[in-house]
T-cell receptor, first 112, second 115 residues
């Protein structure tokens, strides 16, 4: 039981490049979330999903897209990377009736 | 608009003493509160939670207190151990009938426990 896994762990992008951050969970959780954490700040919700085929915006969705084709996977897409997207990204998941979210180890992204 | 605030960026305590981490919130619709612990280069891990129908929840060395009228909660760690040194995040959610599990996080407090 690996929990929530994220790839890659680190990535450096040039301005305007695109990439997909991968997230997979093996706990059969219905809900999945993407957060970003900037230095000295808390986690801000980017997008979330309450089930396969259902996604919705969080607090800071601009510049990102998501999809949820399966229960297990919830990839986050950056289409045109900007320096403001330099951050640490965390994926999390939970059961529908529990608020305790389980987090992945994070992806540290730098946009230069 | 910061709905969940942790006004102390850092806290340093001696091993064996009590650590008290504080959190304030502004949204009266929040009815479930959680504390997460985060070590460097790792994701946050769930520590303890409390529902708004309670004013205290205890789990081993960790106790969370909720004061709804003051919109304030605190995490007590007794006794503090060097392994407790980490960043602690307070989080809040509205459970309700349309529960999406969304959490609003505070900025975090870095706890250092000195041997």
């Amino acid at each position: 039981n690996a929990g929530v896994t994220q790839t890659p762990k680190f990535r450096i992008l040039k301005i305007g490049q695109s990439m997909t951050l991968q997230c997979t969970q093996d706990m059969n959780h219905n809900y999945m979330y993407w957060y970003r954490q900037d230095p000295g700040m808390g986690l801000k919700l980017i997008y979330y999903s309450v089930g396969a085929g259902i996604t919705d915006k969080g607090e800071v969705p601009n510049g990102y897209n998501v999809s949820r084709s399966t229960t297990e996977d919830f990839p986050l897409r950056l289409e045109l990377a900007a320096p403001s997207q330099t951050s640490v990204y965390f994926c999390a998941s939970s059961f529908w009736d529990r608020n305790e979210q389980f987090f992945g180890p994070g992806t540290r992204l730098t946009v230069l | 608009d910061q709905q969940v605030k942790q006004n102390s960026p850092s806290l340093s305590v001696q091993e064996g003493r009590i650590s008290i981490l504080n959190c304030d919130y502004t949204n009266s619709m929040f009815d479930y509160f959680l504390w997460y612990k985060k070590y460097p280069a790792e994701g946050p891990t769930f520590l303890i939670s409390i529902s708004s129908i309670k004013d205290k929840n205890e789990d081993g060395r960790f106790t969370v207190f909720l004061n709804k009228s003051a919109k304030h909660l605190s995490l007590h760690i007794v006794p503090s151990q060097p392994g407790d040194s980490a960043v602690y995040f307070c989080a809040a959610s509205e459970v309700g009938s349309s529960n999406t599990g969304k959490l609003i996080f505070g900025q975090g407090t870095t706890l250092q426990v000195k041997p």
